[in-house]
């Protein structure tokens, strides 16, 4: 199992980022994928998981109406789409699934700041 994570970096409070995260190793379509964040000094919480079909999807209400998971089964991604961004999202942002037992991306750094 691999997942890659990338489209983080510096962005301005208000501004949008799209993270990609590459799935390989295992059966895509039938999983539910997730993206989870870590900001330093915080433990890692749950941000947007979507179903294996993408039929259903869920957010912490802290990301509500600003970001969107979606996912494409033909190529094996997982994306977040991250609106309006606020300092407070800025954090390393990790793609998770749970194949036999929970596998992690390596992460991607988000950066919030003017």
């Known amino acids: 199992v691999q997942l890659v994570e990338s489209g983080g970096g510096l962005v301005q409070p208000g501004g949008s980022l799209r993270l990609s995260c590459a799935a390989s190793?295992?059966?895509?379509?039938?999983?539910?994928m997730s993206w989870y964040r870590q900001a330093p000094g915080k433990e890692r919480e749950s941000v947007a998981s979507?179903?294996?079909?993408?039929?259903?999807?869920n957010y912490a209400d802290s990301v509500k109406g600003r970001f969107t998971i979606s996912r494409d089964n033909a190529n094996n991604t997982v994306y977040l789409q991250m609106n309006s961004l606020k300092p407070e999202d800025t954090a390393v942002y990790y793609c998770?699934?749970?194949?036999?037992?929970?596998?992690w991306g390596q992460g991607t750094q988000v950066t919030v700041s003017s």
């Open positions: 979507i179903t294996s079909t993408g039929g259903s999807t």
């Open positions: 998770t699934t749970w194949v036999g037992r929970r596998r």
């Open positions: 190793g295992f059966t895509f379509s039938g999983y539910s």
